[in-house]
């Protein structure tokens, strides 16, 4: 059913439109602070290709909040930079 695969995979309804998302590798969690977490991810976007998904989540209500999502161009270009500084 819709709303089972919405909640496991996690996702939001706005309107006519659903954007759903399902975490494929959980990499690292950076912080964790009462249950709002920053972590790095492995995410696929609406059954889009995976994606590195840096992030904060209040995992107490298993939402997700601000972060970037890094292609795998991107995520070439980022390790080059750090690997600079």
């Known amino acids: 059913d819709f709303i089972e695969l919405v909640k496991r995979t996690g996702g939001r309804k706005w309107k006519n439109d659903t954007f759903k998302y399902e975490i494929k590798k959980q990499v690292a969690t950076l912080s964790d602070n009462n249950g709002y977490t920053t972590e790095v991810n ?44």
Do not use: H, P, Y
């Open 42 to 85: 492995l995410i696929s976007f609406n059954g889009g290709k995976e994606k590195l998904d840096i992030r904060k989540w209040n995992r107490n209500e298993d939402r997700m909040l601000k972060g970037i999502s890094l292609t795998d161009e991107e995520v070439k270009q980022l390790k080059k930079a750090l690997v600079e500084v």
